[in-house]
């Protein structure tokens, strides 16, 4: 039975770092959130959202991920709403994908939020990326071309480290590349040791 090794952490920790650094061990990957976004783009979504946010949040029938977020990103409930016509998508999907690796020992499944969506439930393991705030906003200016006040908006929107933390199985502190590479490395062979032992 394949192992679901959910892999989280906040905006800007390196979830995606630690995700390669898997990929290139042999690990399965599946990223929740890139899939979410092109599942958003089907049209059985992008009717639901219209039904729900209406055309406003579309240029020309392609959906307009900046305006949705604005309206969501300030609202709980609206969010918990596109939370609950994309979840159960992203979740099919993710099954079907699940069957395809079902002979591999492990995957990683990556998700920024892993807790919040209860997404944590369905996984064997858990990792968290951590790194300081500081630094995170730093990176995700820098990758999104964007101002700090919307960074510190997205961070304020997801858990914090210490709730992630207390749920996880694993920490890895991402500051410096190389020992990330190898707590990835480490974090492995302890699972393929609970893999035999089991």
Same mark, same amino acid.
């Given at each position: 039975m394949t192992k679901i090794i959910g892999l989280t952490g906040g905006i800007g920790s390196g979830k995606t770092t630690v995700a390669n650094h898997f990929l290139s061990l042999g690990v399965p990957v599946y990223i929740a959130d890139d899939q979410a976004r092109k599942i958003m783009q089907t049209e059985a979504v992008k009717n639901a959202i219209k039904n729900v946010f209406g055309v406003v949040v579309f240029d020309n029938d392609v959906l307009n991920r900046e305006k949705l977020a604005g309206i969501v990103f300030n609202n709980p409930e609206k969010l918990a709403l596109l939370n609950s016509i994309v979840h159960p998508a992203v979740k099919e999907h993710f099954e079907k994908w699940l069957t395809k690796h079902k002979d591999t020992p492990f995957i990683i499944y990556e998700a920024a939020i892993l807790f919040e969506s209860g997404g944590f439930k369905n996984c064997d393991y858990i990792i968290t990326v951590t790194a300081p705030v500081e630094l995170r906003i730093q990176r995700?200016? &820098?990758?999104?071309?964007?101002?700090?006040?919307?960074?510190?908006?997205?961070?304020?929107? &997801?858990?914090?480290?210490? &709730?992630?933390?207390?749920?996880s199985?694993?920490?890895?502190?991402?500051?410096?590349p190389g020992i990330t590479k190898e707590e990835v490395?480490?974090?492995?062979?302890?699972?393929?040791i609970k893999q035999v032992e089991s």
């Open positions: 995700v200016m &820098q990758r999104d071309n964007t101002t700090r006040e919307l960074v510190l908006k997205r961070v304020n929107a &997801q858990w914090d480290d210490e &709730q992630r933390i207390t749920k199985d694993f920490v890895i502190n991402n500051i410096n490395v480490k974090i492995l062979k302890i699972l393929e």
